[in-house]
């Protein structure tokens, strides 16, 4: 057994969390609560093996020590380390009870008993130390504003409630101050000539039509779907995703095991702040995602009649006067965020239910893959990764119920980046800016990060 174990028995909770129906009762709801959940587990792990081994510094103060007596082996260190992991897991998952004592009978097989309960210790130190983060604040509402540049419920979805308005206020786990620590500029003006741009991109990469693109229109539409696991059914969100990439990472696999505990905690810590930076910044702004922008965009259209998305009047649909290049279309539909194994067959690809700036894809992503590759001490630029997504795997269905073929691509980790955040383009999902602006984010908390682990 190793940290591998618990990092396995991890991602298969927070996919778990999503399938089968679950998803509307998930125990971690979104990308967020995902993050978090990642991260405690990670950290209870990295902290019991700290403490009885000593070769990792734990993140956590006042712990209580290792029993005397039980030595301060790698194996006793990772027996502490599995009850960490396992104990935390049952209650950030109790829906799981079933699925998490089967795990348990496998994870614990000559595993001492001492150290097991030590680890339990620590995870309890670790929760107990969390419970009142503000994460239990209300997930859901529909307090939406009219005005043009808000972000509303998507069109295929108008029931949509907006999730996680209130995770920005989310105690951080390395950072103290987003704001200052994780700043983020405000996303262009709407009649500005970088909103234009961003608009013409995405009305015409991410539209809803794969079967009538050429081959370069089909690539992007790969690499939308690739980067995907928009919490669909199997696959789970998108931090499962960035795990399962840092995974197959040949320096990683080189790693001692104190070595793979450390860089998996970071990483996974990386993204829960990262999703608290990014949803405060989503909230402080409030923009709207590209399939209510470019239907409304033209005079008449909307809860504001008389305005374009500009808040200037010009001339209607149809005309021929464009300002800047651009023209709205009410019947847009983007192709969306993959509705991937669905329950029910057929059903919609749609949009996420939360604000469009910053991506949190480009959040998650960046932070996590800085944060690898600088523990690697190496630059993103120097890592190649061969990776098959949960996507692409040869089992996984459309919305249709049609089964994906398997693919299996070859990136660097910069390729990873900066696929991963234009991805959400190509799915019509957000703006180019939010995709800068993730990675802007994203790097910062990752230079946080490194440092708190180095």
Same mark, same amino acid.
């Given at each position: 057994?190793?940290i591998?174990?618990?990092?396995?028995?991890?991602?298969?909770?927070?996919a778990?969390?999503?399938?089968?129906?679950?998803?509307?009762?998930?125990?971690n709801?979104?990308p967020?609560?995902?993050? %978090?959940?990642?991260?405690?587990?990670?950290?209870?792990?990295?902290?019991?093996?700290?403490?009885?081994?000593?070769?990792?510094?734990?993140?956590?103060?006042?712990?209580?020590?290792?029993?005397?007596?039980?030595?301060?082996?790698?194996?006793?260190?990772?027996a502490?380390?599995?009850?960490?992991?396992?104990?935390?897991?049952?209650?950030?998952?109790?829906?799981?009870?079933?699925?998490?004592?089967?795990?348990?009978?496998?994870?614990?097989?000559?595993?001492?008993?001492?150290?097991?309960?030590?680890g339990?210790?620590?995870?309890d130190?670790?929760?107990?130390?969390?419970?009142?983060?503000?994460?239990?604040?209300?997930?859901?509402?529909?307090?939406?504003?009219?005005?043009?540049g808000?972000?509303?419920?998507?069109?295929?979805?108008?029931?949509?409630?907006?999730?996680?308005?209130?995770?920005?206020?989310?105690?951080?786990f390395?950072?103290t101050?987003?704001?200052?620590?994780?700043?983020?500029?405000?996303?262009?003006?709407?009649?500005?000539?970088?909103?234009?741009?961003?608009?013409?991109?995405?009305?015409?990469?991410?539209?809803?039509?794969?079967?009538? %693109?050429d081959?370069?229109? %089909?690539?992007?539409?790969?690499?939308?779907?690739?980067?995907?696991?928009?919490?669909?059914?199997?696959?789970?969100?998108?931090? %499962?995703?960035?795990?399962?990439?840092?995974?197959?990472?040949?320096?990683?696999?080189?790693?001692?095991?104190?070595?793979?505990?450390?860089?998996l905690?970071?990483?996974?810590?990386?993204?829960?702040?990262?999703?608290?930076?990014?949803?405060?910044?989503?909230?402080?702004?409030?923009?709207?995602?590209?399939?209510?922008?470019?239907r409304?965009?033209?005079?008449?259209?909307?809860?504001?009649?008389?305005?374009?998305?500009?808040g200037?009047?010009? *001339?209607?649909?149809?005309?021929?006067?464009?300002?800047r290049g651009?023209?709205?279309?009410?019947?847009?539909?983007?192709?969306?965020?993959?509705n991937?194994?669905?329950?029910n067959?057929?059903?919609?690809n749609?949009?996420p239910?939360?604000?469009?700036?910053?991506?949190?894809?480009?959040?998650?992503?960046?932070?996590?893959?800085?944060?690898a590759a600088?523990?690697?001490?190496?630059? *993103?630029?120097?890592? #190649?990764?061969?990776?098959?997504?949960?996507e692409?795997?040869?089992?996984? #269905?459309?919305?249709?119920?049609?089964?994906r073929?398997?693919?299996?691509?070859?990136?660097?980790?910069?390729?990873?980046?900066e696929?991963?955040?234009?991805?959400?383009?190509?799915?019509?999902?957000h703006?180019?800016?939010?995709?800068?602006?993730g990675?802007?984010?994203?790097?910062?908390?990752?230079?946080?990060?490194?440092?708190?682990?180095?």
């Amino acid at each position: 057994m190793s940290i591998l174990s618990i990092n396995d028995f991890g991602l298969k909770l927070a996919a778990k969390d999503f399938s089968d129906g679950h998803a509307a009762n998930a125990n971690n709801a979104g990308p967020t609560k995902t993050s %978090r959940a990642l991260a405690i587990i990670h950290l209870a792990a990295h902290d019991a093996y700290a403490k009885v081994t000593g070769q990792l510094n734990p993140q956590l103060g006042n712990l209580p020590n290792p029993p005397g007596g039980i030595g301060n082996d790698d194996a006793t260190g990772t027996a502490a380390l599995i009850g960490a992991g396992i104990f935390a897991a049952e209650q950030l998952y109790p829906d799981f009870v079933q699925f998490i004592s089967t795990e348990t009978a496998q994870l614990t097989i000559g595993v001492n008993p001492d150290a097991l309960n030590y680890g339990k210790q620590v995870a309890d130190a670790w929760i107990d130390f969390r419970n009142n983060d503000g994460s239990s604040s209300p997930d859901l509402d529909r307090n939406y504003r009219q005005e043009p540049g808000h972000h509303r419920p998507d069109p295929l979805n108008p029931a949509q409630q907006t999730l996680g308005r209130t995770w920005g206020q989310v105690k951080p786990f390395v950072l103290t101050d987003v704001v200052n620590e994780a700043p983020l500029a405000p996303p262009p003006a709407l009649n500005s000539n970088e909103y234009a741009l961003a608009f013409d991109q995405v009305a015409e990469f991410g539209k809803n039509d794969i079967t009538g %693109r050429d081959a370069d229109f %089909r690539r992007k539409a790969v690499i939308g779907i690739f980067w995907g696991y928009d919490g669909s059914n199997l696959l789970g969100t998108p931090p %499962r995703l960035y795990n399962q990439v840092v995974l197959e990472i040949p320096e990683f696999k080189a790693l001692p095991h104190a070595g793979k505990i450390k860089l998996l905690t970071a990483i996974n810590v990386a993204m829960a702040d990262a999703g608290i930076a990014a949803w405060h910044w989503k909230y402080a702004y409030d923009f709207w995602r590209p399939v209510v922008g470019i239907r409304e965009a033209e005079a008449g259209w909307g809860p504001s009649p008389g305005q374009d998305s500009d808040g200037n009047s010009f *001339p209607a649909l149809g005309d021929g006067n464009i300002l800047r290049g651009r023209k709205g279309d009410p019947f847009w539909l983007p192709l969306g965020a993959p509705n991937s194994n669905p329950v029910n067959k057929p059903a919609n690809n749609g949009t996420p239910n939360f604000p469009a700036y910053p991506s949190g894809h480009a959040t998650f992503g960046s932070a996590c893959f800085e944060v690898a590759a600088t523990l690697l001490d190496k630059t *993103p630029e120097q890592i #190649t990764v061969n990776f098959v997504s949960d996507e692409f795997n040869g089992m996984t #269905t459309d919305n249709t119920g049609a089964t994906r073929p398997r693919y299996a691509a070859t990136f660097t980790l910069r390729q990873a980046i900066e696929e991963n955040k234009i991805s959400r383009i190509y799915l019509g999902v957000h703006w180019i800016f939010d995709a800068t602006g993730g990675e802007i984010v994203g790097k910062a908390i990752a230079n946080k990060v490194v440092a708190a682990f180095q």
